[in-house]
């Protein structure tokens, strides 16, 4: 099966990437992907990676021709170092967003999970429960704020409180895998046991999964597979360990993300609070 637009395979991808592998002798554009996890295993088993794969690529411009009024600049390192430097200003906030909404997942499927069994009503498990909820509504804060405080650019555009918006970075995708466990926890070890669709539907396996998975009449073994399968692909398959490495690392590694807290944070009002709370002279300053 060959890629097509909007319906890539692994198989394709991973003809295509060697197919571009092949072929890099010849002048142009390359396009070298990582092969995929949509096509891998069944829809059913692994709803989120069949759904929402998104297959990065290293492109490669070989021998190829790049009109003048195409270029931004070249060989011009101060403007490459202000890009950089200026990449994120507003990137960061839709980065962190996706990441509220992955918070949002992981309560769901772990709240779904304790209730199904009564669970919830456990203290320690309300706890557990309690650090997903505080993750979740620190990310939101951090976007909200940065959109009630939004300051001017240098360019003069209206743009999200930068510092704000840089510590739920911080916030986001330092604490994303210690949240990923906590949901993991309350999911249980059925994350990793539990069988695949089609020993649900078909064979004498059926009768047996359906007895043992049934609970009552409100949560039959079809529902709780379905669970499981999508708390399994958010928290445990491959595609939840590409994705949990894709947030600590697309916008830059932590040390990156902390660099850009402190160059963007104003200090001015905590060191003239500490100096005036203090009774320090003006020397400090400079000052005679």
Not at 143 to 148: D, K, V
């Amino acid at each position: 099966m060959k890629p097509t637009v909007g319906a890539w395979s692994s198989e394709g991808l991973s003809d295509y990437a060697v197919g571009c592998i092949v072929k890099m002798g010849a002048p142009g554009v390359k396009h070298i992907c990582r092969s995929g996890f949509a096509g891998r295993s069944s829809i059913e088993d692994y709803p989120l990676s069949n759904r929402f794969d998104e297959v990065e690529a290293l492109v490669v411009f070989d021998n190829v021709l790049i009109p003048w009024e195409d270029v931004f600049f070249y060989r011009h390192t101060k403007s490459a170092q202000y890009v950089r430097n200026t990449l994120h200003r507003y990137s960061a906030f839709p980065y962190v967003l996706r990441l509220l909404y992955n918070a949002d997942m992981m309560i769901g499927a772990a709240m779904w999970n304790a209730k199904q069994t009564g669970l919830d009503k456990l203290q320690g498990v309300r706890e557990k429960l309690a650090d997903l909820i505080c993750y979740r509504e620190g990310i939101n804060a951090h976007l909200t704020a940065s959109i009630a405080l939004a300051e001017k650019s240098p360019g003069g555009l209206l743009m999200p409180h930068q510092s704000t918006l840089y510590a739920g970075r911080v916030l986001a995708c330092s604490q994303l895998p210690h949240m990923m466990h906590i949901a993991r926890e309350l999911c249980g070890g059925q994350l990793c046991i539990t069988p695949n669709a089609a020993a649900f539907h078909h064979g004498e396996s059926s009768q047996w999964l359906t007895k043992f998975y049934s609970l009552n009449k409100q949560w039959d073994s079809e529902d709780r597979r379905k669970l499981l399968a999508f708390a399994r692909d958010l928290l445990n398959s491959d595609y939840a360990g590409h994705r949990l490495t894709f947030a600590q690392f697309a916008q830059a590694p932590h040390f990156s993300h902390l660099a850009a807290v402190y160059n963007s944070f104003d200090f001015e009002g905590p060191l003239d609070f500490v100096r005036k709370s203090a009774g320090l002279s003006g020397n400090i300053l400079g000052q005679k």
